[in-house]
Each structure stands twice: as C-alpha cells, then as structure tokens.
C-alpha cells in the first residue's frame, strides 16, 4: 500500500471540519475587506504613500500598488479585437540527471504564432537547445533545475523579442506565468548574467512598443488584499493576518468582477521591483475570462509601456477574452495551450534523445556509462513522467 489511508482518513476528517469553521471566518472577513476597498477606493494617492512607508520599513515588502483607476473599478472590452499578430511562447526542459546513462539538459521553447480574422494560417516555431560540457556547471557544482528553468525563462523572452521585430504593429507576445522571474540562488554570478539578458530582451519589446503581457491563470495572490492591510500610521492591521492570508484577490474581485471585465491596474511592489525601472516597471490587472456559468479569473501582467498606452490596454483585453472563449468550456487563451503543446517534452522524446547521444558517443569512440543501480530499478516500475 503506498499511502496509509487509515492514518489519512482521520486527517482528512480533521480537515474538512477546519475548513467548515474556518469558512465562517472568511465570509467576515470578505465581508470587511471589500468594505475597505469601496471606501478607499479613490485613496490613491494616500495608499501609495503608505506602500512607500511600509517598504522602508520592511525589506522585500510584497502588494499591489494603485496607479490611477479606483480600486474597485472594473472595464468591459467591446468586441472582436482589433487586428494584430500573436506571438504564444511555452517552454519545456529535461534536467540533467546523474543517474542517467549520460549527463544533458535541454530547453525546449515552442513559439504559436496566430493572426486573428486574417485568413492566415498560424505558425508554429520550435528552439531546441541542448545543454552539455561546461554549460551543465557553475561555481556551485552541476547545474540545477531552477538553473534550467531560468535558462528557459530568459530563451523565451529572447525568442519572442526577435520575432516581434519580423512583423508589423500591434503585435502582442504572451508567455504563461509572472513577468517576474523568480529563482535561486539570485546572488551566483550566472543569474546576474542570464537577468541582464532577460532584461535586455524586455528593453527590444519596449523599443518596437510590443504588448507584453505573463497570463497566470487561477492567480492565489493576495497582491491587493496585502494592500488594504497595511497597518497605517503604525497601528496594526484591521484584520487578523491569520484570516486575511485566506483571501486571494480573486475571492476579492470576485465580487464585482463580470464575465468579461477587467480591474484597475496596479504597480507591483516587490523584492525586486527596482529591477525593473523605468519603463520595464511590473504591473497587472486581474481579468475575469469566464461566462455567466463558469468564471474564470486570470492575473495579467504587464510592464510599464503597455500602461502607459490606454489603447494597447485594451487591445491586449480584448485580445485575451477572444483568444479565451476560442478553448471552449474552460476558457484559457487558445495561443498559450497550442504553445504548450508545441514545447512540451514527453519521456519518450528524452528516451529517444538519450539514445541519439549515447550513438553519437560510441560513433565517437566513447563509452557511454550506465545507467545507476537507483534508476535501473525506478525504471523497471514503469516511469512515464520526466520528473
């Protein structure tokens, strides 16, 4: 038996009458939070000064910051879209395992290219890039899996940057997840390396003024909800920080947030916002994609230079609810699924690599090693994921 449901029924009961309890506590304080919210709604200017005090105070402060729409706003988008090119990036990685028979990675970016109502037919682009030798290590030892992700973080960025330069305006670039990259160890001398050429990938999509934007769907941030917390002139929060951690800003917005609706913009305040200046500057909105029977609530980031442009705004809005309902009863923008598909590396697709390898290997008079005694013996279960 590979799990003790004995032991787990007791805690799963456990469970379900914490959460019928804890439910209550909620609904009070959903109840006080979007109170907060409609009366300091036009506060903008006094919540900003107040994410700047409490960011002084605390070092890696992390909530939303008002811009210049109220908080509690939320925007329709007229339909269809208007005319543009969609470049959807997605990527995928094999990391490097030393109880493999030879020692690799791989980041794998799968680029869907789409132009709405044009007749064209989509394109779909793949970059395939194998990692080996000295790439595989850094002063740390042999190169982790947050490395790898990073790598494919930065190669995304830099794909769609060139390719947004082929083609004319508007063109709009979506990749799944934040804008922010977050990965460890920030301090190693690569990270600074791979940032600065994230960064400069930002810097060419600012240049040729292309709508950027990360799609995290189903968000559990409380970006906003940490907002309206903020202790005030150094008195504590009004709501208990045990309760309030329970309310997304989804929850929140959920309340006013129709089918179709957009919120206001905010800043982000984090870590490493100052990272990101001037025109690079994160942003994001919360966006309901959802029908009248099933909501559906994704958080969008963006940087400054979509912001600052009311029009790329909206034609990034109304692009992503087009592009939403085209997947049917579960709403998610159709060019980050075909993207994802395009990238996704299967274990049939490592096996077959590994063996390309491991002929290229012996063609070259090098015997490739074995595979360990752990990993003949997870093998012989019968593995059908990579990880």
């Known amino acids: 038996m590979p799990v003790n449901y004995l032991k787990l029924n007791q805690q799963i009961r456990e469970m379900g009458k914490d959460a019928l309890s804890r439910e209550a506590d909620l609904a ?3 109840e006080q939070l979007t109170s907060m919210l409609n009366e300091r709604a036009n506060d903008l200017k006094a919540l900003q000064q107040q994410v700047e005090e409490a960011a002084a105070k605390t070092k890696g402060l992390r909530c939303a910051v008002p811009v210049s729409e109220p908080l509690n706003s939320h925007f329709s988008c007229p339909l269809p ?4 090119t969609i470049f959807a990036a997605d990527g995928s990685q094999i990391n490097p395992d030393a109880h493999d028979s030879v020692l690799y990675g791989l980041v794998n970016i799968g680029v869907f290219c789409i132009q709405p109502h044009s007749g064209s037919v989509p394109v779909e682009k793949t970059y395939s890039q194998l990692l080996y030798g000295d790439n595989l290590y850094t002063a740390g030892g042999m190169a982790s899996e947050d490395l790898i992700a990073l790598l494919r973080d930065v190669q995304e960025r830099r794909t ?7 083609v004319p305006p508007p063109v709009i670039t979506l990749t799944d997840g934040p804008l922010e990259l977050y990965h460890e160890p920030r301090t190693e001398a690569l990270f600074k390396e791979k940032f600065k050429e994230y960064l400069a990938a930002l810097d060419d999509l ?7 934007a990360g799609y995290v769907s189903r ?3 409380d970006l906003v909800v940490r907002l309206l917390t903020l202790p005030a002139d150094g008195d504590q929060p ?7 951690s329970g309310i997304t800003d989804t929850a929140l917005f959920a309340n006013f947030l129709l089918p179709g609706e957009r919120s206001a913009i905010f800043r982000l305040q984090s870590r490493s916002a100052h990272e990101y200046d001037g025109r690079k500057a994160l942003h994001f909105f919360y966006l309901n994609v959802g029908n009248a029977t099933r909501p559906a609530f994704a958080r969008v980031e963006v940087p400054h230079w979509v912001v600052e442009n009311p029009q790329s705004v909206q034609q990034l809005h109304s ?9 049917g009863e579960v709403p998610y923008p159709y060019p980050l699924i075909r993207a994802h598909e395009i990238a996704v590396v299967k274990m049939d697709d490592r096996q077959q690599l590994t063996a390309m390898i491991e002929r290229e290997l012996i063609h070259q008079g090098i015997k490739p090693s074995t595979r360990s005694e752990k990993q003949v013996h997870k093998d012989h279960t019968g593995r059908t994921r990579i990880n």
């Open 28 to 30: 009070r304080a959903m």
């Open 81 to 84: 879209a208007p005319a543009c």
């Open 238 to 244: 009004e709501l208990g920080e045990q309760v309030s």
């Open 160 to 166: 769609l940057a060139e390719l947004a330069q082929s």
């Open 206 to 212: 600012a240049l040729n003024n292309v709508i950027t």
């Open 219 to 221: 968000p559990r941030a």
């Open 319 to 327: 692009t992503l609810m087009e592009q939403a309902a085209l997947s």
